[in-house]
């Protein structure tokens, strides 16, 4: 049953409303309780909050490639501990850890790794992998190597699934490129989330991919896609004008942030999804970093490869993102805890568990202060980040 133990008074927000004043009681890894002073149990540990703090549904990072000095590609098991341990102190609780376009033997490696040790990690949890690539448009490869690029191959997916242990719970990939749609459908048929992004694809092809239930995601939405064009609208206004997710790097760097205001205004609230796209330099000092095999210079958070000058992740935190989405366009609360927990845990079907504040569902949460930074990250019950201590009641 596991350990009982309650935080509060604080501002718990909720899907539909923020309960004031309320305390969250858990019980091993789930929410038992939310209630009022008068309704705490007897006998409880209570971490004390100020009623002037929030209860957020705890982030979700689906694309996450590296921090603090380390990268999923570099397939060890510390590697994977890093980024999870940093991720909590952004108050992630889940992430996709994400691969890269590489020699096939090298994201086998990475892909084993996460299998056989990735349940071990102490802070974010790893609830699956995002395969970003090999099966890209080499004209919009982006960051990706394009000496591993290959085509869209439903085969070599099941073998690079295989050796996941059936993890991989969002793929990448250049639907146009994918010949009688055989890999696309085979996403479908298996419940795997087919993201469309490093791709040239035009309007129309976009627009069939689209009705036939063939794409669910795009992947960081306008980066890595053919530009729109008043006589080919391409991929972009065809996934704007449909239902599908767009993920979003909320830096300034990736999207200009009236860009940003434009997207949230046509799609709304519940298909927008932030992610950080991050690399092993965020949270560490400007220089020379490995990305994929390829040498990225980083200053003041721009990110470019050395050899090209393309755009290569960032240094973004989700709370940073999430920071950054309301002072751009004044989003409330309930808004923000959609687009960094709700939108992609039922994307990624983790919904009847994970990404809101219920009773029932996994104690994944985080607290911020009045300065919106976060001081706590609880994820299935166990606190993986504190920073409460010192801190006035």
């Known amino acids: 049953m596991g350990k009982t133990w309650g935080v509060g008074p604080i501002q718990i927000v909720r899907e539909q409303h923020i309960a004031r004043d309320h305390y969250a009681i858990i019980e091993g890894a789930k929410i038992v309780q939310l209630c009022e002073k008068a309704g705490l149990p007897e006998q409880i540990d209570l971490v004390e909050t100020k009623a002037t703090y929030k209860l957020m549904p ?51 490696h990475a892909l084993r790794t996460i299998a056989d040790t990735g349940s071990s990690v102490e802070g974010a949890k790893i609830v699956g992998i ?35 242990q059936k993890q991989i719970k969002l793929i990448t990939f250049a639907a146009e490129l994918d010949e009688g749609k ?85 799609i709304g609230e519940d298909r927008m999804i932030l ?22 210079r980083v200053e003041n958070g721009l990110c470019k490869l050395v050899e090209s000058d393309a755009l290569a992740g960032s ?16 989003l409330s609360d309930l808004t923000l805890a959609k687009l960094t927990a709700t939108n992609s845990a039922k994307l990624l079907g983790l919904y009847e568990h994970k990404g809101s504040i219920e009773i029932g569902k996994d104690a994944d949460f985080y607290i911020i202060n009045e300065q919106e930074d976060v001081v706590m990250t609880v994820s299935e019950g166990k606190v993986i980040f504190e920073h409460l201590k010192g801190e006035s009641k």
């Open 58 to 108: 705890g982030m979700i990072d689906q694309h996450i490639h590296g921090m603090s000095g380390a990268d999923v590609m570099d397939g060890t098991e510390s590697s994977l501990n890093t980024i999870s341990k940093a991720l909590a102190k952004h108050g992630v609780t889940s992430f996709l850890a994400t691969t890269m376009t590489a020699a096939l033997n090298q994201i086998e």
């Open 130 to 164: 995002h395969l970003e690539g090999p099966f890209i448009n080499p004209i919009q490869k982006g960051a990706q190597s394009d000496q591993y690029i290959i085509k869209p191959s439903a085969e070599i997916f099941e073998k690079l699934n295989s050796s996941s």
């Open 182 to 266: 055989k890999l696309a459908s085979y996403l479908k048929n298996n419940d795997i989330v087919a993201s469309i992004g490093h791709s040239n694809a035009k309007y129309a092809e976009t627009k069939v991919l689209l009705e036939q239930q063939l794409i669910q995601n795009a992947t960081h939405f306008c980066n890595g896609m053919r530009s729109i064009h008043h006589r080919e609208p391409g991929l972009q206004v065809a996934l704007l004008q449909s239902d599908s997710k767009l993920e979003i790097i909320a830096d300034g760097i990736h999207l200009d942030p009236d860009m940003i205001r434009f997207i949230f205004e046509t």
């Open 275 to 296: 992610i950080s796209d991050s690399m092993r330099a965020t949270e560490l000092v400007d220089g020379i970093y490995d990305l994929g095999g390829q040498q990225v």
């Open 315 to 330: 240094t973004l935190n989700l709370n940073k993102a999430r920071k950054n989405m309301k002072e751009w366009l004044q």
